[in-house]
């Protein structure tokens, strides 16, 4: 890894850890979900750097792939997950966290325990650190937790940590947060993130979240959806990205900004990003943090 690629890592990680507590100050019960996305998408830009993807803002058991649209109504409540990215030079700080909105909070063992699995893979990072050794220490954590405790916490297994890359959010490896075989080593950067649950552990596909990739090259024949199309390859190239990002670029209504994409979708121009949704309805919590592994060193960007 050259340095200034290196650089531009650690730089998108001090942004992200700003944001991180912007963000935790502005949250509140009862604040919109959008209020929340405008405020976390400007704050990002006045520090230098570009939103990697759409703030994730996903409630109670929404694991993930939920960020709202101008004119959205959703409120913070129960438990809420913020999933942001910070983008530097195209290099990418990968960070989460949960934060309980209930009187009597409801959430705060499970946020405590999804953090100190965290924290307990964040002492084993090191370089010629292998994939599986992250799992096993996910696992032990959980287990140790559970008995004694005597909870029955779960974390959802079809959800893992990955490989990042320049403009790439998943760039090949997947970290799983489970016991496993996979011998591959750490290296460059990645982001660990275990989701953990009080339901069965796994997800299903819900309803679109309002995050979209480009997933092809076609073209489109309406002036103004080729307008759309040019400057979502020459922004965003394959990073996700959403509405709120559009808006305000184009000497266009908001709903014809809605048709256009939903015109791509259904071309295949475009991917929008299924909600991921706990399968039997249990709350989430989600915990991330960015490393970089060069060299004989380790540095966690975001934490």
Same mark, same amino acid.
């Given at each position: 890894?050259?340095?200034?690629? +290196? ?25 919109? *979900? ?45 438990? *809420? ?8 030079? !195209?290099? #990418? ?59 029955? +916490?779960?974390? #959802? ?11 790439? #959010? ?30 069965? !552990? ?7 979240? !309002? #995050? ?23 922004? +965003?190239?394959?990073?996700? +990205? ?14 014809? *900004?809605?048709?256009?994409?939903? !015109? ?5 121009? *475009? ?33």
């Amino acid at each position: 890894m050259q340095q200034s690629e +290196f650089d531009s890592y650690v730089k998108a990680g001090e942004i992200s850890k700003e944001i991180k507590k912007f963000a935790r100050g502005l949250i509140k019960p009862g604040i919109k *979900l959008i209020d929340v996305a405008e405020a976390v998408d400007a704050k990002i830009f006045e520090l230098g750097g570009v939103p990697a993807f759409p703030v994730n803002l996903s409630l109670n058991e929404v694991a993930a792939h939920y960020t709202p649209a101008p004119g959205d109504d959703k409120v913070a409540e129960g438990i *809420l997950k913020v999933d942001l990215g910070v983008a530097v030079d !195209g290099f #990418i700080a990968d960070t989460a966290f949960s934060v309980d909105l209930t009187e009597d909070g409801e959430y705060k063992e499970m946020i405590e325990l999804n953090e100190k699995i965290l924290s307990d893979v964040t002492e084993i990072v090191k370089p010629g650190v292998l994939a599986k050794d992250v799992g096993d220490k996910v696992q032990d954590t959980l287990e140790e937790w559970n008995s004694e405790k005597d909870s029955s +916490f779960a974390v #959802i297994k079809s959800l893992s940590g990955h490989a990042l890359g320049k403009d790439s #959010i998943h760039a090949g490896l997947t970290i799983s947060n489970y016991r496993n075989e996979n011998g591959a080593e750490l290296d460059g950067a990645f982001a660990i993130e275990p989701f953990v649950t009080t339901g069965v !552990g796994d997800i299903y596909e819900g309803p679109t979240g !309002g #995050i979209y990739v480009l997933q092809s090259d076609e073209n489109v024949r309406d002036r103004d959806a080729r307008e759309v199309l040019k400057f979502i390859k020459e922004t +965003f190239v394959t990073r996700p +990205f959403c509405l709120r990002f559009l808006v305000g670029e184009f000497d266009m209504s908001l709903n014809k *900004l809605k048709l256009i994409l939903k !015109g791509m979708v259904k071309r295949g121009i *475009l991917h929008e990003y299924p909600m991921l949704i706990e399968k039997s309805k249990g709350p989430v919590s989600q915990a991330e943090n960015t490393f970089v592994i060069r060299d004989d060193s380790v540095v966690c960007t975001t934490g």
